[in-house]
């Protein structure tokens, strides 16, 4: 049976990830010459020169949990304290909770949002990478329930508008970050947010639109793709890691651009 679950800011990918495994430091023995020193003073050497040779080795925030977990580390930080307890953000106009849209913003939202989620589904069908097919029939997937959204809005009388600058920016992003950095891009892109039910509730007189309707559970939908995400990056070196963090900020920033276009 469908429910119907927005995905806010703040309920994201990030949550409860799997553990990953870290790589033991690699010993260091001195060359001694075992003649001029007792066998139990040898050892004593040699293990006092393992220990001194072995540096600590530097831990990232949420490392020990999974990689989803450092990337909700970095998500967190770029939202505002409104947004959640670990925002480091200054607010920017008003709480969503107050905004007053307007059927024409909501639309340019939903069309710009289902461009995103045509060009994301379509780079994960294709599979150009091994990675990509594991996240195939996740159970997110959002096309075809916009897609239905848009022609009720159609059979209402309302136009629907082409797809936006910001819309337009986001998905470029996704189809050369798929093709030229293959392991960074579908951890990265699947933080797209979407906005509380609250602002369809405020211009549809709570319609059920088909966008916030899932099949399943969607917690455990959710779950299922983090344990994916956390299997996949276990392969990854730490500069992958590092790099696919760094565009964490810039998908952030696209999905929030695509989200104003509600007030717009």
């Known amino acids: 049976m469908a429910s119907i679950t927005p995905i806010s800011q703040t309920q994201s990918l990030f949550k409860k990830p799997q553990f990953s495994v870290l790589r033991k430091p690699e010993a260091h023995f001195l060359s001694l010459p075992i003649s001029?020193?007792?066998l139990k003073k040898v050892r004593m050497v040699v293990v006092a020169a393992t220990t001194a040779a072995e540096k600590p080795k530097k831990r990232y925030p949420g490392?020990?949990?999974?990689?989803?977990e450092e990337m909700r580390f970095v998500a967190m930080k770029l939202?505002?304290?409104d947004q959640a307890k670990e925002g480091?953000?200054?607010?920017q106009g008003q709480p969503m909770a107050k905004w007053e849209p307007?059927?024409?913003g909501y639309l340019k939202f939903l069309v710009d949002s289902k461009l995103v989620y045509d060009t994301l589904e379509r780079i994960v069908e294709k599979a150009?990478?091994?990675?990509?097919?594991?996240?195939?029939?996740?159970?997110?997937e959002r096309s075809q329930a916009l897609a239905k959204d848009l022609e009720w809005f159609k059979q209402q009388?309302?136009?629907?508008p082409e797809p936006s600058s910001p819309?337009?920016?986001?998905?470029?992003?996704?189809?050369e970050l798929s093709e030229m950095i293959h392991r960074h891009s579908f951890a990265t892109s699947t933080i797209h947010t979407l906005p509380i039910l609250l602002v369809a509730e405020k211009i549809l007189n709570s319609k059920e639109l088909e966008f916030y309707k899932w099949e399943g559970d969607l917690s455990q939908l959710l779950q299922n793709v983090r344990d994916k995400l956390n299997r996949v990056a276990q392969s990854w070196t730490r500069e992958e890691k590092d790099h696919c963090l760094e565009e964490t900020e810039k998908s952030f920033k696209f999905s929030g651009d695509i989200l104003r276009l509600i007030l717009s």
Do not use: D
């Not at 480091?88 to 607010?91: D, F």
């Not at 819309?167 to 189809?175: K, M, P, R």
């Open 63 to 68: 490392e020990a949990k999974g990689f989803v």
């Open 88 to 91: 480091e953000k200054e607010p």
């Open 36 to 38: 001029r020193f007792p």
């Open 157 to 160: 009388g309302h136009a629907i």
């Open 167 to 175: 819309g337009v920016s986001y998905a470029q992003y996704l189809e």
């Open 128 to 140: 150009a990478f091994p990675e990509y097919a594991e996240f195939k029939n996740t159970g997110l």
């Open 102 to 104: 307007s059927i024409e």
């Open 79 to 81: 939202h505002t304290r």
